[in-house]
């Protein structure tokens, strides 16, 4: 987000505050329930979305230093291991032995290693995913080609401080996936350079799109978040742009926003005047606030359970050491529980959703012409899927 595009947004969502109004789509919108809770309809995700597009994993910034890696899980349990090389590049492999598919490394674990050792027979592999060694190999598997049995690989890429892969290993991940509005804001965000505070992991009996749709809309904020994040906002009032298939990003404006007007412009500061979300669906949502940056992880399990991890990413240390200082701890470990706070009220709300949505009482949702980057989620998620009326009728 360049200095210009920055005033233009405060601009815009001061011009919408004074007029009392939002970002309106056209009409309402009006779903059927079953893309929430169908198994057939998780089915048809797994295969238009979950794994024909490229992915958003995580950032850069979550394995920093060379022989750095984390162990994650893609849709249907694929074991995924990001290792970053003594080369500074990222590399995303299958977490699994090529001996006998034993785990190189538990789920959701991290730190860093030089060597990936297998806990079941020793098998060894270094960070290029090479099999570096095994005990008795020439005697045991002399027919076997020990080039041949590296780590299972998906290409990856890391563009604007995000890692992406793509599930289908066949496919690449294109160079000019990340638009360039997202690439400059990411920059703006000063992505590549934060650092890991702490992570969350947990499970929520919700669909993933319940989850996001919280997410990209205000209209809840005096209801659902009436004693956290409303007293700071200004009401049902949002602006968002999107780029590419499922690229966007949405300015929330806090009421800070309204010094602006009575300020010269150079002292306008929209980390400090609203919250700022860009979205990488279906996996990742980033939540920028003054200080720090949420990294929401949304790994779709089932129709019904989304995994969510949560990672506060935040500036290194001010004075230049490797540790934060007490006060920076202090700041950084209120704001990684407040955003679970908050997250929470909307989970919560999601998962009384989905038992709604399941018990079949309503068959229907409705989006608002103010719920409008809803709209447009949808559109991208009909196109992407291919849903016409005979597709529709099938998952039904």
């Not at 008795?136 to 890692?163: P, S, T």
């Not at 703006?188 to 702490?198: C, D, E, P």
């Not at 720090?292 to 019904?304: C, E, K, Q, T, W």
């Not at 709604?356 to 559109?379: P, Q």
Request: charged share 25%; proline share 5%; aromatic share 10%.
């Amino acid at each position: 987000m360049d200095r210009q595009t920055e005033i233009r947004l405060i601009k815009q969502a001061l011009e919408l505050k004074a007029r009392g109004e939002t970002q309106y789509h056209e009409s309402t919108q009006t779903h059927a329930t079953d893309r929430y809770i169908s198994a057939a309809w998780f089915e048809r995700e797994n295969e238009m979305l979950f794994q024909r597009q490229p992915i958003a994993l995580a950032a850069g910034a979550e394995i920093p230093n060379p022989g750095d890696y984390l162990s994650l899980e893609w849709v249907k349990g694929v074991p995924l291991l990001l290792v970053r090389g003594e080369d500074q590049q990222v590399r995303v492999f299958a977490n699994a032995c090529r001996h006998r598919n034993a785990r190189l490394v538990a789920t959701g674990e991290s730190g860093c290693r030089k060597r990936f050792v297998c806990p079941y027979h020793a098998w060894t592999y270094d960070t290029r995913g090479n099999l570096a060694g095994a005990p008795d190999f020439e005697r045991g598997f002399a027919d076997l080609d020990q080039q041949k049995l590296g780590l299972v690989e998906f290409h990856c890429r890391e563009l604007g401080g995000m890692v992406f892969f793509h599930p289908d290993r066949t496919a690449e991940v294109p160079e000019d996936l990340l638009a360039p509005e997202m690439a400059s804001g990411f920059d703006y965000l000063k992505l590549a350079t934060q650092r890991v505070y702490k992570r969350r992991s947990y499970v929520i009996k919700a669909n993933w799109k319940i989850l996001l749709e919280g997410g990209i809309e205000a209209y809840h904020f005096n209801v659902a978040h009436k004693n956290t994040l409303a007293p700071f906002f200004l009401g049902n009032i949002s602006t968002w742009e999107s780029w590419g298939d499922l690229q966007m990003r949405m300015i929330l404006p806090k009421k800070p926003m309204l010094e602006a007007a009575e300020l010269p412009e150079q002292a306008w500061d929209m980390r400090k005047m609203a919250n700022i979300i860009f979205t990488l669906t279906p996996a990742v949502l980033l939540l920028a606030q003054p200080d720090n940056i949420s990294l929401i992880r949304m790994v779709p399990l089932s129709a019904g359970e989304t995994r969510i991890e949560e990672v506060l990413l935040v500036d290194p240390p001010q004075s230049g050491a490797e540790q934060w200082s007490e006060q920076e701890l202090t700041i950084h470990e209120t704001n990684h529980n407040l955003v679970h706070k908050i997250l929470m009220e909307d989970w919560v709300l999601g998962e009384t959703i989905q038992a709604n949505m399941a018990s079949g009482v309503v068959d229907e949702i409705h989006f608002g012409r103010f719920e409008s980057a809803l709209t447009w989620f949808h559109e991208q998620y009909a196109r992407l899927m291919a849903l016409d009326d005979g597709v529709i009728a099938r998952l039904a």
